[in-house]
């Protein structure tokens, strides 16, 4: 019973990790992924604690490819991360030289009392 909990926390980490991966393409936000695989990672962990050393060790692949997808996950994160910085930083050389260029505000009129 403890191995097929194991196996279910681990899969649903794995199905979370799948999900905000897809959505790194633009289908959405992954905030709350994120807040959700760190729990199931940690879940998978408890489940995985409880079980017999000896019987541990059937887990190891899954618990690789976990730790690979995870590592996938991060590094698509950290290249999205540096696009957007790009994008962010040519945004505000852009608002600069417009700031730069720009007209001087006309001057109000004032009410002639």
Known sequence: MKEK???ERLDAAARLIDTARSKLDGTGPIDDEMIHIA???????????EIPPGQRQA?????????????????????????????????????????????PP????KSKS
Do not use: M
């Open 5 to 7: 909990d194991a196996k």
């Open 39 to 49: 729990t199931a990672v940690d879940d998978a962990c408890s489940a995985l604690s």
């Open 59 to 103: 887990f190891k692949p899954r618990l690789i490819s976990l730790y690979d997808e995870l590592a996938r996950l991060a590094n698509e994160l950290w290249q999205r991360h540096q696009v957007l910085k790009r994008e962010l930083g040519e945004i505000t050389a852009r608002q600069r030289a417009q700031s730069a260029y720009a007209k």
């Open 106 to 109: 006309s001057p109000s009129l």
